[in-house]
C-alpha cells in the first residue's frame, strides 16, 4: 500500500516562505502538489514526472512556487517563497504510479493526509 506523508506547513506571515516535504514508500512515477482553501476546490500546483524528468506548474503555482524531487529518497518537495493570505489552505501531495497529463485530482490514485498552511496579513 502506497503511502504519502506530508510535513513542513504552518503559520506563516505573509511574504515569508515555507518549503514542505511529501514522503513516498515507494516510486511513483508522478507526483503532485495540490491545495484546498476552505469553500474552494482543490486545485494543481506543480507536477514532477520522474520517468521523463518533467516538471510542470499549474496556474496556481508559477512564479512563486518550486517544486523538486529527491529520486533516492522518494520525497517530493514544493519551496515557496512570497507566500500571501490566499495561500492559505490544505497542500496536499499526490501520486500515480504511472503518468498523468493533467491536474485533474481524480486522475492521481494516491493521496496524502494534507499539511495547513496558513498565510497572516
Known amino acids: 500500500q502506497v503511502q504519502l506523508v506530508e510535513s513542513g506547513g504552518g503559520p506563516v506571515q505573509a511574504g515569508g516562505s515555507l518549503k514542505l516535504s511529501c514522503v513516498a514508500s515507494?516510486?511513483?512515477?508522478?507526483m503532485a502538489w495540490f491545495r484546498q482553501a476552505p469553500g474552494k476546490e482543490r486545485e494543481g500546483i506543480a507536477k514532477?514526472?520522474?520517468?521523463?524528468?518533467?516538471?510542470v506548474y499549474a496556474d496556481s503555482g508559477k512564479g512563486r512556487f518550486n517544486i523538486s524531487k529527491d529520486n533516492a529518497e522518494n520525497t517530493l518537495y514544493l519551496q515557496m517563497s512570497s507566500l500571501q493570505p490566499e495561500d492559505t489552505g490544505t497542500y496536499y501531495c499526490?501520486?500515480?504510479?504511472?503518468?498523468?497529463?493533467?491536474?485533474?485530482?481524480?486522475?492521481?490514485?494516491?493521496w496524502g493526509q494534507g499539511t495547513q498552511v496558513t498565510v497572516s496579513s
Open positions: 515507494g516510486y511513483l512515477a508522478s
Open positions: 499526490a501520486a500515480h504510479y504511472g503518468y498523468v497529463p493533467s491536474f485533474v485530482a481524480s486522475d492521481f490514485d494516491y
Open positions: 514532477h514526472v520522474a520517468s521523463l524528468n518533467y516538471i
